[in-house]
Nanobody
Framework: QVHLVESGGGLAQAGGSLRLSCAAF????????MGWFRQAPGKEREFVAS????????HYADSVKGRFSISRDDAKNTVYLQMNGLKAEDTAVYYC???????????????WGQGTQVTVSS
């Protein structure tokens, strides 16, 4: 089981960009499917994006498709989420997750980061 630490959150203006990073410690990072989820105030945690081993496949929620891009660097044990064209509705706490099963639900993920706040001002 890997330990995950997110960074890169902050305040952005609508239309702007942010890049989130998630560093993994321990475990075998390259063998994990990595994902990003987010939780807005008063809402349930929702899937944002995922990327499989060796970056073979990636998958996005419809709400971020075409604006967000997930990538991974196995040499650095890090997964990234590049967020462009930010909207006010992207405001949430963003969580990095690692697992062995590809799923868009927040179950069956083995490891979670502590979360990083993203706030988009309109």
């Amino acid at each position: 089981q890997v330990h995950l630490v997110e960074s890169g959150g902050g305040l952005a203006q609508a239309g702007g960009s942010l890049r989130l990073s998630c560093a993994a410690f321990g475990g075998s990072f390259s063998s994990y499917i990595m994902g990003w989820f987010r939780q807005a105030p008063g809402k349930e945690r929702e899937f944002v994006a995922s990327i499989t081993w060796a970056s073979i496949n990636d998958h996005y929620a419809d709400s971020v498709k075409g604006r967000f891009s997930i990538s991974r660097d196995d040499a650095k044990n890090t997964v990234y989420l590049q967020m462009n064209g930010l909207k006010a509705e992207d405001t949430a706490v963003y969580y990095c997750a690692g697992g062995k099963i590809l799923t868009t639900t927040d179950t069956n993920w083995n490891s979670w980061g502590q979360g990083t706040q993203v706030t988009v001002s309109s």
